[in-house]
C-alpha cells in the first residue's frame, strides 16, 4: 500500500471519528412505545418505518414476487412513504425506473417491475460524489399455494430505507444521496442491473453504495456489515460506529476463504461491486426463516430493528461527512488498477 494512501486512511477515520462525535449533537428523538421496542430511537422515526415494514410483509401483498400485482402494490406503499416525507424524485420522468421482469417457472407472464428512486439532495445538487442506498422491495411471492411474506427478507431494508431518507429530509446531507428501492432481486438482481444500465444514473459519481437486506431479525442483537474486506479504508467507518451503536456492529462474510458465507455475491450491492463501486452490506445472520414462509412480520425482533435503523442514521451520516475522501479512494483504487493493467 502507498504511503499517500496510508495517510488518506488515517485522514478517512479521524475525520469519519469527527463525524461521529459531532452526531451525538444532532436532534435526539423521543419514539413512541412500541410493541416489542424499549429502545429510544435518537434518529430515525421508528414507528412509520414498523408501520410499512408490517404493511409489505402482510399476507394481501401476496409475497411481492417480482412482477406480481403484490409487488406492484408494495412500491406504491414505499413511494407513498417518500412523498408524504418530502423525499423527492431522483429522475426527471418520475418515480419509477423501469425494470424489465423476465418469464420465469412459477411466472410466465410477468407485469412490468421498476425501481423507486428517492432523492435527498445535499449542499450542492447535481454536483460531488453521490451515495447510493439500496434495499430490494421484492420476495418470493407465492409457492405450492403458501405465501412467502418475506418481513426481515427485505420488508425491513425497504422500510428502513424510507426511514433513513425521511431522516435525511429533517436533518440534510452534505452530498447528494440516492434512495433506491430496486426491484426484483430475487430473481437476479434484475432491478439493481436495470440502475446501473440506465444513462440516467451518473456512474462516475457514485462513490459508495449502501445496501439493506435483512435488517430486522436477530436475537442475539447482531448486524453485520460486509464490504470492508474489499475496500479497507471503510474498515473505520465500521468500527468508529461500533464503539457506540445500540447493537453489536460486526465486520465479516466478505472474503473468499468464507464460502456460502462470503455474502459478496449474494445480494443486490454484487452489482455494484461488479461495477468496481466500494460497498457497505448490511445484514442479520441467517435465521430460520430465511427463504422460508415463516419470515413473518411476528417473528422479526422490533427492538433490535429499530436499534439498527438509527445505527445506519449514524453510519451514513458518516459516511455522507467524508464521501469526498471516499471518493478519492475510489478514483485511486481504478487509476492503480488501470496502472497496473497497461504495465502487463
Ligand atoms: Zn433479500
Given at each position: 500500500?502507498?504511503?499517500?494512501?496510508?495517510?488518506?486512511?488515517?485522514?478517512?477515520?479521524?475525520?469519519?471519528?469527527?463525524?461521529?462525535?459531532?452526531?451525538?449533537?444532532?436532534?435526539?428523538?423521543?419514539?413512541?412505545?412500541?410493541?416489542?421496542?424499549?429502545?429510544?430511537?435518537?434518529?430515525?422515526?421508528?414507528?412509520?418505518?414498523?408501520?410499512?415494514?408490517?404493511?409489505?410483509?402482510?399476507?394481501?401483498?401476496?409475497?411481492?414476487?417480482?412482477?406480481?400485482?403484490?409487488?406492484?402494490?408494495?412500491?406504491?406503499?414505499?413511494?407513498?412513504?417518500?412523498?408524504?416525507?418530502?423525499?423527492?424524485?431522483?429522475?426527471?420522468?418520475?418515480?419509477?425506473?423501469?425494470?424489465?421482469?423476465?418469464?420465469?417457472?412459477?411466472?410466465?407472464?410477468?407485469?412490468?417491475?421498476?425501481?423507486?428512486?428517492?432523492?435527498?439532495?445535499?449542499?450542492?445538487?447535481?454536483?460531488?460524489?453521490?451515495?447510493?442506498?439500496?434495499?430490494?422491495?421484492?420476495?418470493?411471492?407465492?409457492?405450492?399455494?403458501?405465501?412467502?411474506?418475506?418481513?426481515?427478507?427485505?420488508?425491513?431494508?425497504?422500510?428502513?430505507?424510507?426511514?433513513?431518507?425521511?431522516?435525511?429530509?429533517?436533518?440534510?446531507?452534505?452530498?447528494?444521496?440516492?434512495?433506491?428501492?430496486?426491484?426484483?432481486?430475487?430473481?437476479?438482481?434484475?432491478?439493481?442491473?436495470?440502475?446501473?444500465?440506465?444513462?440516467?444514473?451518473?456512474?462516475?459519481?457514485?462513490?459508495?453504495?449502501?445496501?439493506?437486506?435483512?435488517?430486522?431479525?436477530s436475537e442475539a442483537g447482531e448486524l453485520f456489515?460486509?464490504?470492508?474486506?474489499?475496500?479497507?479504508?471503510?474498515?473505520?467507518?465500521?468500527?468508529?460506529?461500533?464503539?457506540?451503536?445500540?447493537?453489536?456492529?460486526?465486520?465479516?462474510?466478505?472474503?473468499?476463504?468464507?464460502?456460502?458465507?462470503?455474502?459478496?455475491?449474494?445480494?443486490?450491492?454484487?452489482?455494484?461491486?461488479?461495477?468496481?463501486?466500494?460497498?457497505?452490506?448490511?445484514?442479520?445472520?441467517?435465521?430460520?426463516?430465511?427463504?422460508?414462509?415463516?419470515?413473518?412480520?411476528?417473528?422479526?425482533?422490533?427492538?433490535?430493528?429499530?436499534?439498527?435503523?438509527?445505527?445506519?442514521?449514524?453510519?451514513?451520516?458518516?459516511?455522507?461527512?467524508?464521501?469526498?475522501?471516499?471518493?478519492?479512494?475510489?478514483?485511486?483504487?481504478?487509476?492503480?488498477?488501470?496502472?497496473?493493467?497497461?504495465?502487463?
Amino acid at each position: 500500500m502507498a504511503s499517500n494512501t496510508r495517510t488518506r486512511d488515517l485522514a478517512l477515520s479521524i475525520l469519519v471519528l469527527l463525524a461521529i462525535l459531532a452526531i451525538g449533537y444532532l436532534w435526539p428523538r423521543g419514539g413512541p412505545s412500541l410493541p416489542g421496542v424499549t429502545y429510544e430511537a435518537r434518529y430515525i422515526d421508528p414507528g412509520p418505518m414498523l408501520h410499512l415494514a408490517e404493511v409489505l410483509s402482510s399476507d394481501a401483498l401476496e409475497g411481492r414476487g417480482a412482477g406480481t400485482p403484490g409487488a406492484e402494490a408494495g412500491r406504491s406503499f414505499i413511494r407513498k412513504r417518500f412523498e408524504d416525507t418530502g423525499v423527492r424524485p431522483f429522475l426527471t420522468s418520475g418515480w419509477e425506473q423501469p425494470v424489465t421482469i423476465l418469464p420465469r417457472k412459477d411466472l410466465e407472464d410477468p407485469g412490468p417491475g421498476a425501481n423507486i428512486l428517492g432523492y435527498v439532495a445535499g449542499e450542492t445538487p447535481g454536483e460531488g460524489p453521490l451515495l447510493v442506498i439500496t434495499a430490494h422491495s421484492d420476495h418470493l411471492g407465492i409457492r405450492n399455494g403458501e405465501i412467502y411474506n418475506g418481513a426481515d427478507d427485505n420488508a425491513s431494508g425497504a422500510a428502513m430505507l424510507t426511514a433513513l431518507a425521511e431522516y435525511f429530509v429533517r436533518v440534510p446531507p452534505k452530498h447528494d444521496i440516492l434512495f433506491a428501492a430496486v426491484d426484483a432481486e430475487e430473481v437476479g438482481f434484475l432491478g439493481a442491473r436495470a440502475f446501473l444500465r440506465d444513462p440516467a444514473i451518473p456512474l462516475d459519481r457514485i462513490a459508495l453504495n449502501i445496501n439493506l437486506d435483512m435488517v430486522s431479525r436477530s436475537e442475539a442483537g447482531e448486524l453485520f456489515a460486509a464490504g470492508t474486506y474489499h475496500t479497507p479504508a471503510l474498515a473505520p467507518l465500521i468500527t468508529e460506529t461500533a464503539l457506540n451503536a445500540p447493537v453489536t456492529l460486526l465486520m465479516g462474510h466478505d472474503r473468499p476463504e468464507d464460502g456460502p458465507n462470503d455474502w459478496t455475491s449474494q445480494s443486490d450491492h454484487a452489482v455494484f461491486h461488479a461495477a468496481g463501486i466500494p460497498f457497505l452490506y448490511f445484514g442479520v445472520e441467517d435465521h430460520p426463516g430465511y427463504h422460508k414462509p415463516e419470515d413473518d412480520f411476528s417473528a422479526i425482533t422490533p427492538d433490535f430493528y429499530v436499534r439498527a435503523g438509527d445505527t445506519l442514521a449514524v453510519i451514513v451520516r458518516a459516511a455522507d461527512a467524508d464521501l469526498a475522501n471516499i471518493a478519492a479512494h475510489r478514483r485511486e483504487i481504478l487509476e492503480t488498477a488501470s496502472q497496473e493493467e497497461t504495465a502487463e
